[in-house]
Antibody
Framework: QVQLVQSGAEVKKPGASVKISCKAS????????MHWVRQAPGQGLEWMGI????????SFAQKFQGRVTMTRDTSTSTVYMEVSSLRSEDTAVYYC?????????????WGQGTLVTVSS | QSVLTQPPSASGTPGQRVTISCSGS????????VNWYQQLPGTAPKLLIY???QRPSGVPDRFSGSKSGTSASLAIRGLQSEDEADYYC???????????FGGGTKLTVL
């Protein structure tokens, strides 16, 4: 069965960086794009960006360009997302989600979420 | 402020039919398919409707989706207490070159 298992909760100080992992299993890793979506407390969903596990290419929402990095390790079927220069507004649950297509696709499996708390 | 517009709340009594709207523009809903996600309290979102009106296996046929022009709708018939959740629409946006979501609709079963 398809599973996306994320790393555990993190508490960071403003200005620090955080790196979250998402380990995929149950399907052919290179065949599906991986996205990151975040949800601030009591708020809606926000798409952050995408990585193509096959070639490693990435694309980000304009808001996150320059502050977010996405990488992958095909040997362990794991994707990583690093957010730098953290501020309190980055406090949120971060989800990895997969899709088979880029544009007219859909997010069929979601990770369990990783809570990142940014506080001094 | 979300790119796609949803009503913040909706409600109905058990057995009723409710609809949730999602309004966009020519660069998103007008030119791409719409998906709907259900988020039960304290859990990760789950795919509910994809490609405007398709249900993944396991989703009851009480849930249906439709799209017309730059708007989409989610309909739930035979409302049940377990349907109480947040519902989000989503679509690719050609101008932003990324995915956009609605702000979410909190459905209350009275």
């Amino acid at each position: 069965q398809v599973q996306l298992v994320q790393s555990g909760a993190e508490v960071k100080k403003p200005g620090a960086s955080v790196k979250i992992s998402c380990k995929a299993s149950g399907y052919t890793f290179p065949n599906y794009y991986m996205h990151w979506v975040r949800q601030a407390p009591g708020q809606g969903l926000e798409w952050m960006g995408i990585i193509n596990p096959s070639g490693g290419g990435t694309s980000f929402a304009q808001k996150f360009q320059g502050r977010v990095t996405m990488t992958r390790d095909t040997s362990t079927s794991t994707v990583y997302m690093e957010v730098s220069s953290l501020r309190s507004e980055d406090t949120a649950v971060y989800y990895c989600v997969r899709s088979q297509q880029l544009r007219n696709g859909y997010f069929d499996y979601w990770g369990q979420g990783t809570l990142v708390t940014v506080s001094s | 402020q979300s790119v796609l517009t949803q009503p913040p709340s909706a409600s109905g009594t058990p057995g009723q039919r409710v609809t949730i709207s999602c309004s966009g523009s020519s660069s998103n809903i007008g030119s791409n398919t719409v998906n709907w996600y259900q988020q039960l309290p304290g859990t990760a979102p789950k795919l509910l409707i994809y490609s405007n009106n398709q249900r993944p296996s396991g989703v009851p046929d009480r849930f249906s989706g439709s799209k017309s022009g730059t708007s989409a709708s989610l309909a739930i018939r035979g409302l049940q207490s377990e349907d109480e959740a947040d519902y989000y629409c989503a679509a690719w946006d050609d101008s932003l070159d990324g995915w956009v979501f609605g702000g979410g609709t909190k459905l209350t079963v009275l």
